[in-house]
């Protein structure tokens, strides 16, 4: 496939020359730049190809921002959930090791372009169909569109980093094997003490003022611990 693709970047070269000076498509240093949209949308209209059109349209169209997507990983009710929707965050955003860090990433898409030019303003065959040099540059604009929405990701994972920490700061959580929360168990325990220290005094027998005050006891380790 890597191979076929370089075929078709050689066979480009040579209308590539032609087009490179045009007034809707240029060359900056080593990126491929289209410079009037609707110029170089009226250019492919000439080739009356529908699937073609239908193709850059989709190439080009607004990308919908999917913050909510990485804002799904907010949605957390234990520290553990959190620490692991953390720990995902900082792979794609610090750990350069890893496949889905998105620096990486953004590198190696960046470098695919580079190589992308260099090919066609090397390669020098004369004997093209004009479309051939379609393929190429919808190469090139889905390489763009894959950066720009590596660059939203990267934004809205910083985001919702800041207010997992946030969460965890704010100390809101509980831990996933709690059944309830631990602050609520903390105040259970303690008006459960407070019901016993009124048993104990109200208690008309020693017996059951013992077994009271031993309960009480077990409570209150229950509560410290």
Do not use: H, W
Request: aromatic share 8%.
């Amino acid at each position: 496939m890597k191979k076929a693709f370089i075929s078709l970047l050689l066979l480009a070269s040579c209308l590539f020359a032609q087009i490179i000076g045009s007034d809707f498509l240029k060359i900056e240093k080593d990126r491929l730049k289209i410079t009037d949209e609707a110029k170089f949308l009226s250019y492919l209209k000439s080739f009356d190809d529908d699937k073609m059109i239908a193709e850059y349209r989709e190439i080009i169209k607004p990308i919908e921002i999917l913050a909510d997507a990485d804002n799904g990983l907010l949605n957390v009710t234990s520290y553990e959930q959190a620490f692991k929707n953390l720990r995902l965050i900082y792979q794609k955003l610090y750990l350069k090791e890893k496949p889905e860090n998105i620096d990486s990433q953004y590198a190696k898409l960046q470098a695919r372009q580079a190589k992308i030019v260099e090919i066609m303003l090397g390669a020098k065959n004369k004997n093209l169909y004009e479309t051939d040099i379609i393929p190429v540059i919808f190469e090139y604009r889905r390489i763009d569109r894959k950066l720009l929405e590596l660059e939203l990701q990267k934004e809205s994972l910083q985001k919702t980093k800041t207010a997992l920490i946030d969460a965890i700061i704010k100390k809101n959580l509980k831990f996933d094997n709690d059944d309830v929360d631990l602050k609520a168990k903390i105040s259970d325990a303690k008006d459960k003490l407070a019901q016993m220290k009124k048993e104990s005094a109200a208690a008309k027998t020693p017996e059951k003022a013992e077994r009271i005050a031993l309960e009480s006891s077990i409570l209150s380790f229950k509560e410290c611990t």
